[in-house]
């Protein structure tokens, strides 16, 4: 089993985030909001708790407050508080759920806007459901995600992901 890592440094903004996607139109058709928050477009459709293993599949149980936390921390994330944002070098995501249904990831800029990917193959926007620039995920309208559950930055050491071509919702 071949695993790879990566190093990710914090995207500086909305534009830098999106960049990879600007260079292959496809590209988002290949991943999903937790591979694009994490800038690690090879990890595919990504699923939490299982970057090293991308036999992986969502299940509603996982979509608990506690149990997020634990797979996030499970795949090396590191858990950070709000006051953490400035200051991180490394890349770091938001997650929001809707409780025993389903989890939703955003990526931070160092400017202090946000973006996501709206799902598996699905575009990248930086609006949140009021059409407004995201500038903090605890009270942006994520429409259907009405939970904040934390933080998580990615390890200065880099994080280790197996690429995953399959679709978590197959």
């Known amino acids: ?27 988002y058709k290949t991943t999903n909001c937790y591979s694009y928050a994490l800038g690690i477009n090879a990890a595919g459709f990504a699923v939490p ?15 608990r407050a506690d149990y997020m936390r634990k797979l996030f ?27 025993y249904f389903n989890g939703h990831v955003l990526k931070y800029h160092k400017d202090g806007t946000w973006s996501y990917q709206d799902g598996a193959g699905l575009p990248i926007t930086n609006l949140d459901c009021d059409d407004k620039i ?13 939970e904040f559950v934390g933080y998580f930055k990615l390890p200065e050491t880099g994080v280790y ?7 978590p919702l197959l």
Request: glycine share 4%; net charge negative.
């Open 49 to 63: 708790g299982h970057l090293t293993k991308p036999e992986g599949r969502l299940y509603n149980y996982m979509a």
């Open 161 to 167: 992901y197996r690429p995953n071509d399959r679709s």
């Open 73 to 99: 921390t499970d795949d090396g994330l590191i858990e950070i508080d709000h006051a953490d944002l400035a200051d991180a070098q490394t890349q770091v995501i938001a997650v929001v759920i809707k409780e």
């Open 134 to 146: 995201i500038t903090d995920p605890r009270n942006a309208n994520m429409g259907f995600y009405d």
């Open 1 to 27: 089993m071949v695993h790879h890592h990566k190093k990710v440094q914090c995207a500086e903004d909305f534009a830098a985030a999106v960049a990879p996607y600007k260079d292959m139109p496809d590209l």
